[in-house]
């Protein structure tokens, strides 16, 4: 069983609408949750991080932690065509080693 | 967030020869450096940890010989690609460490095509 799982998709929605992404993990352990952009052929942004569970909200971005389910949750509200691109959940125990899931590509059609 | 650069950002070798690629961390110092190999439509798959000046650490699978990675200052880390074959062409990305736990910038990546 792989650390971190993560639908790759693709995902494909109209522009405005709200989309969820979500990881499931194994390790009880991971304390920190990222959420990565990477767009074609670049190298992957921070969108946001988690410190174990709750809500974090930055702007049409939220990310959820729920510990108990092991499962974390992206959610983007009011799509944009520029938010194509694929995303990675990384999770961490302690530390800069992260454990990635494998990417969700979304495509928001205008 | 803090800039990361990589260069080249995109080379051509051809098979049997070696390739060396930059990893700069420009506005802070970075103590540890990670190196990633992505295939297309794939996760980053983790290669090796650098910490300055000392040796890095491989991940099972990797060959240390054959990916030689230098950390010789808080900014720098080089990988060099030696004796390449075209099963080494792939997305490799580089990613420095900052002080908090989450923290990991990433740089833009060196498209490596062996012929």
């Known amino acids: 069983q792989k650390e971190v799982e993560q639908d790759p998709g693709p995902l494909s929605v109209p522009e405005g609408a709200i989309v969820s992404l979500n990881c499931t993990y194994s390790?009880?352990?991971?304390?920190?949750f990222m959420w990565y952009r990477q767009y074609s052929r670049k190298g992957p942004e921070l969108l946001m991080y988690?410190?174990?569970?709750g809500n974090k909200e930055d702007g049409r971005f939220t990310a959820q932690v729920d510990k108990s389910s092991k499962y974390i949750s992206l959610f983007i509200r009011d799509s944009q065509p520029s938010d194509s691109a694929t995303y990675l959940c990384?999770?961490?125990?302690?530390?800069?080693?992260?454990?990635f899931g494998t990417g969700t590509s979304l495509t928001v059609i205008p | 967030g803090a800039v990361v650069s990589q260069h080249p950002s995109r080379v051509i070798c051809k098979s049997g020869t070696s390739v060396k690629i930059e990893c700069r961390s420009l506005?802070?110092?970075?103590?540890?450096m990670f190196w990633y190999r992505q295939f297309p439509k794939q996760s980053l798959m983790l290669m090796a940890t650098?910490?300055?000046?000392?040796?890095?650490?491989?991940e099972q699978g990797v060959e240390k010989d054959k990916f030689l990675i230098n950390h010789a200052s808080l900014t720098l880390s080089t990988l060099t690609v030696t004796s390449a074959h075209p099963e080494d062409s792939s997305f490799y990305i580089c990613?420095?460490?900052?002080?908090?736990?989450?923290?990991?910038?990433f740089g833009p990546g060196t498209r490596l095509t062996v012929t």
């Open positions: 990613s420095a460490g900052g002080q908090g736990n989450y923290e990991q910038y």
């Open positions: 390790n009880s352990a991971f304390q920190y």
């Open positions: 988690t410190y174990s569970s």
């Open positions: 990384a999770m961490s125990v302690y530390g800069n080693q992260f454990y």
């Open positions: 506005d802070f110092q970075a103590t540890t």
């Open positions: 650098s910490n300055e000046g000392s040796k890095a650490t491989y």
